[in-house]
């Protein structure tokens, strides 16, 4: 996922406008930056631009090896020089007029020069003058050549410069990166329980197109055949289970589990403890010698990495030992995720020990438990107030030394309270995508939010897959 902010030059402390007397011929300016996927991609947003080669995924497709700009973002970077450094503030475009000789491409340090050709004035008394343009590679080749014309400004004058907004890239791309993952593994058979609005319906049938699960639709075959009829959805190709209600559904998926017949269990309109009842029941459920729990996987646009939080639905207030077993079933899906060693923030309010807040003390035992053993496969550091937890800077100031600090691979928050407002948080404040999934149970659960949209629901898929293929 492309997460950090657009490489934007360093601002200018000082702007300085010169008058058509003031400049020579010969004059020149440039500026050296790094075309980086992030300015393609708002370069892209910006100008409408979607032709897929300038995106990795086009790339592949058309067999190129490194990603290439906008051409016009060249002349984006002419723009900025005449408009900031010569002549600067106060120039008015005439004409810019450019030849492309070579694809620019991202991640290289490149060149942009301007430099002053000539000076006329027009029939008008108009005062112009022309710059020769240039883009050039670090060899010194020219990828982009040309020309601008300009009025420059009618007073010499010096303005201080400004501090430009920097820019995230929401990329939405999880589902994308989770599913080439899954590569080339088997369709999960998955029992999606009371699929019954046509969201829940829609993921089944897209979750198949995919080729990520295998749906096996139960809940009332009425109410599903016309949900489908009425979306435009074909369930043709599906074994229907009927169902009277939920409760009816959630035992009969979750039934099917426990028979070997499908491999995961999904949620669909209903409730989370209605599905989790069946879940959890001792007689016929899916428990296993494991705690479960429940763990979102989240891409939050202004983080470096992804983040694993738990537990925010299944277990409402964890002593220190269930969050002992939270934790090491987090750890076992981040290596499924391909992180051999995770890095487990234990979040609480403050980064010290306090007897009187309770997750403080547990972040303490748990961090010792760690030391002798008892949690295996990761670095813990905790308690750690979240602003540490997330940022090196942060943790430095308050003189916290960690490798855990601002580079975490989980996030256990101290309830299901906080986790849950934390995921939801990032959801729709920070535009993260989300996937969730049920861990400890003798088969995946995929337990989507009802508010859940297509790709997140998509994505939980994919979570389930790669579980069942570890």
């Known amino acids: 996922m492309t997460v950090p902010p657009s490489a934007l030059q360093k601002p200018i402390t000082k702007l300085t406008s010169l008058t058509y007397d003031e400049l020579l011929v010969g004059q020149c300016a440039s500026v050296n930056r790094i075309l980086t996927q992030t300015d393609v991609d708002l370069f892209a947003a910006v100008s409408g631009n979607m032709d897929p080669l300038h995106s990795p995924s086009g790339l592949q497709q058309a067999g190129n090896s490194r990603s290439v700009g ?150 009332p075959q009425d109410v599903i055949t016309a949900i489908a009829r009425e979306n435009d959805l074909d369930i043709g190709a599906f074994r229907l289970v009927d169902a009277r209600h939920e409760k009816d559904a959630a035992n009969k998926g979750v039934g099917l589990a426990s028979s070997g017949e499908v491999g995961a269990v999904m949620k669909g309109a209903l409730h989370t403890d209605e599905l989790m009842t069946a879940v959890v029941r001792r007689d016929s459920g899916l428990r296993t010698y494991r705690r479960i729990s429940h763990v979102f996987v989240m891409n939050v646009p202004s983080f470096h990495k992804p983040l694993l939080i738990t537990d925010g639905v299944v277990n409402i207030s964890p002593n220190a030992d269930d969050k002992a ?55 813990l550091d905790g308690p750690l107030a979240f602003d540490n937890a997330i940022s090196k800077e942060a943790a430095l100031t308050k003189g916290i030394k960690s490798e855990v600090a601002g580079d975490p691979d989980i996030l256990l928050a101290p309830d299901l309270a906080s986790a849950n407002m934390l995921v939801k948080q990032l959801s729709f404040l920070a535009h993260a995508d989300a996937a969730g999934i049920v861990l400890g149970a003798a088969v995946p659960v995929i337990l989507t939010s009802r508010a859940d949209n297509l790709s997140a629901r998509l994505a939980s898929c994919a979570l389930a897959v790669l579980l069942t293929n570890k």
């Open 70 to 219: 906008h051409d016009m973002w060249a002349g984006a970077l002419f723009s900025g020089l005449l408009g900031s450094r010569l002549p600067g503030p106060g120039t008015i475009y005439r004409a810019q007029h450019l030849s492309f000789h070579a694809p620019i491409p991202v991640g290289v340090s490149l060149t942009a020069t301007i430099t002053v050709r000539s000076k006329t004035i027009d029939a008008d008394g108009n005062k112009l003058v022309t710059f020769d343009c240039l883009l050039s590679n670090p060899d010194g080749a020219i990828l982009v050549k040309g020309s601008a014309d300009v009025m420059p400004p009618q007073r010499r004058g010096d303005q201080p410069g400004r501090i430009l907004p920097q820019f995230l890239s929401v990329a939405h791309d999880q589902l994308a990166s989770l599913q080439a993952q899954c590569g080339a593994l088997d369709p999960l058979p998955t029992a999606v329980i009371y699929p019954c609005d046509r969201i829940a319906l829609e993921s089944a049938c897209e979750g198949a197109r995919l080729g990520l699960i295998k749906p096996v639709l139960v809940g």
């Open 325 to 379: 077993h939270i934790i090491q079933n987090a750890v076992g899906l981040a290596n499924v995720l391909g992180i051999e060693t995770p890095k487990v923030a234990i979040l609480s309010a403050l980064e010290t020990v306090n007897p009187k807040i309770s997750s403080t003390v547990d972040a303490a035992v748990l961090c010792k438990m760690a030391d002798r053993g008892q949690i295996r496969g990761a670095i």
